[in-house]
């Protein structure tokens, strides 16, 4: 019965450096999406997948952030090379099916690169 | 790209005052969700709304989507401390590539004073 969990809850890397950020759904859930938000500000959309398959990955910044869910559970999250820029709080949502049904969200991992 | 506008961005009141939170696009969605976040945790599903012109009441809490599915309003009446937060809308894709896909709005920061 344990919600959307994520790990780490809070990273910091250097610059340059390769990170993986990681998304335990809902036991059983279907979708599972990825998001980054700012302070105070709407979750961005990054990626979601079906099961196994990434459905859409239209926001995904450049070619450093790349996200697989191979078994259609636990996803990654990873950005290689690291900037600054990248540093901001991750958020990993899930829902019971697709076509923008109720998601809940875990509680994000604070990426920091320094 | 959809994007959804939510107004005000920030909004400060005295407890027992009544306020309205916007939220409008120029594209349909199939439907619209009212997300709240408290601090350091992440959104949390208030309601969705699915009809043209529906209207859902949440306890204090008054939300209505627009008949042309392009916009939703949420009413707070008689607000309380407790209500402080980040008040998200997201609109789900109606189909087509995106379909599954949530565009959030920018949020509104409510403080409630006591």
């Known amino acids: 019965g344990a919600g959307v969990s994520q790990s780490p809850r809070y990273k910091v890397t250097k610059r340059g450096q390769d990170v993986a950020l990681r998304c335990d759904p809902i036991?059983?859930?279907?979708?599972l999406y990825w998001y980054r938000q700012a302070l105070g500000q709407g979750p961005e959309f990054l990626t979601y997948?079906?099961?196994?398959?990434?459905?859409?990955k239209s926001g995904l910044p450049n070619d450093r952030f790349s996200a697989e869910r191979p078994e259609g559970s636990i996803s990654t999250l990873t950005i290689q090379r690291t900037e600054q820029r990248d540093s901001a709080m991750y958020r990993c949502?899930?829902?019971?099916?697709?076509?923008?049904?109720?998601?809940?969200f875990g509680p994000g991992t604070r990426l920091t690169v320094t | 790209t959809q994007l959804l506008e939510q107004s005000p961005q920030f909004l400060s009141i005295q407890e027992g005052e009544n306020l309205t939170v916007y939220c409008n696009s120029s594209?349909?969605?199939?439907?619209l969700q009212w997300y709240r976040q408290e601090p350091g945790e992440g959104p949390v599903l208030l309601v969705t709304?699915?009809?043209?012109?529906e209207v859902k009441k949440l306890k204090r809490l008054t939300f209505q989507f627009g008949d042309a599915r392009k916009d939703s309003s949420l009413h707070i009446t008689a607000a309380q401390p407790g209500d402080t937060g980040l008040y998200l809308c997201a609109g789900a894709n109606a189909g087509g590539t995106s379909y599954g896909k949530l565009t959030f709005g920018q949020g509104t920061i409510l403080t409630v004073h006591p």
């Open positions: 949502a899930s829902s019971s099916r697709g076509g923008g049904h109720e998601q809940y």
């Open positions: 594209s349909v969605f199939s439907s």
């Open positions: 036991s059983g859930h279907v979708s």
């Open positions: 997948f079906n099961y196994e398959a990434q459905q859409d």
């Open positions: 709304v699915v009809t043209g012109g």
